[in-house]
């Protein structure tokens, strides 16, 4: 019904930067907040980044000045663009959409996820 398509995840060195890149398709009347999750070995999945389509965003604090989110509303696509990656930012990262897929259901969609990984 609603598909997320993710791109950009790999191997990096620390220090070093990634953009990562999710296309949302299918059935969507209105897509809400995008944003993006990471789970590492052992632990929860959290919130990284997320953007409204107004442009509003809510950055978690272990990422804020060096990871930034954004939006092309015209093609569904949500970045993020990781900066000054640290070996604690490795994790699968998982593109998230609140979708309205007509007027009266919402619900959010996940994509497969991409792994991430920050080593020397």
């Known amino acids: 019904q609603v598909q997320l398509v993710e791109s950009g995840g790999g191997l990096v060195q620390p220090g070093g930067s990634l953009l990562l890149s999710c296309a949302a398709s299918?059935?969507?009347?209105?897509?809400?907040?995008m944003g993006w999750y990471r789970q590492a070995p052992g632990k929860q999945r959290e919130l990284v980044a997320a953007i409204t389509s107004g442009g509003s965003t809510n950055i978690a604090d272990s990422v804020k000045g060096r990871f930034t989110v954004s939006r092309d509303n015209a093609k569904n696509t949500v970045y993020l663009q990781m900066n000054s990656l640290k070996p604690e930012d490795t994790a699968v990262y998982y593109c998230?959409?609140?979708?309205?897929?007509?007027?009266?259901?919402?619900?959010?969609?996940w994509g497969q996820g991409t792994q991430v990984t920050v080593s020397s």
């Open positions: 299918g059935t969507i009347f209105k897509i809400n907040v």
């Open positions: 998230n959409a609140d979708v309205n897929t007509r007027w009266s259901f919402r619900r959010d969609y």
